[in-house]
Nanobody, 126 residues
Framework: QVQLVESGGGLVQAGGSLRLSCVAS????????MGWFRQAPGQERELLAA????????YYTDSLKGRFTISRDNAKNTVYLQMNSLKPEDTAVYYC???????????????????WGQGTQVTVSS
C-alpha cells in the first residue's frame, strides 16, 4: 500500500512558478515509477510527466514545451514538479501517482499507475 500526499498548489499570476511536492508513505517508493497528472474542469485527466524509479529517466508530454520539470528524492520519498512560465490554461487539479508493483520506468500508460494522491489545486490568473 502506498499513500500519496501532494502539496504546493495555490494561486499564482501568469508567468509565475510553483513547485509541487508529493510525499509517499511505504517502503517501496524507490522501486516505483512516478507520474504527475492534471485534470481541468470538464476535461479528462492527462499525464504531464513521469520519472523512473531511479530518477534517471523522465518523460514529458509535448505540450509542456520544457516549462515543467519532474524530479524525485528517494531518500525523502518525495517527487516534485517544478512549473515555470505558468499560463491560465495550466489551471487544474494536479495529482501525483505511483506505478504498480514492478513498474519501474517513466511509464506513459495511465493504466500502470496504481496509487493516486488527493490532488492539489493550481490556479493561474491572467
Amino acid at each position: 500500500q502506498v499513500q500519496l500526499v501532494e502539496s504546493g498548489g495555490g494561486l499564482v499570476q501568469a508567468g509565475g512558478s510553483l513547485r509541487l511536492s508529493c510525499v509517499a508513505s511505504g517502503r517501496t517508493f524507490s522501486n516505483r515509477g512516478m507520474g504527475w497528472f492534471r485534470q481541468a474542469p470538464g476535461q479528462e485527466r492527462e499525464l504531464l510527466a513521469a520519472v523512473s524509479s531511479s530518477g534517471r529517466i523522465t518523460y514529458y508530454t509535448d505540450s509542456l514545451k520544457g516549462r515543467f520539470t519532474i524530479s524525485r528524492d528517494n531518500a525523502k520519498n518525495t517527487v516534485y514538479l517544478q512549473m515555470n512560465s505558468l499560463k491560465p490554461e495550466d489551471t487544474a487539479v494536479y495529482y501525483c501517482a505511483a506505478g504498480a508493483a514492478g513498474v519501474v520506468g517513466a511509464t506513459r500508460r495511465p493504466s500502470e499507475y496504481e496509487y493516486w494522491g488527493q490532488g492539489t489545486q493550481v490556479t493561474v490568473s491572467s
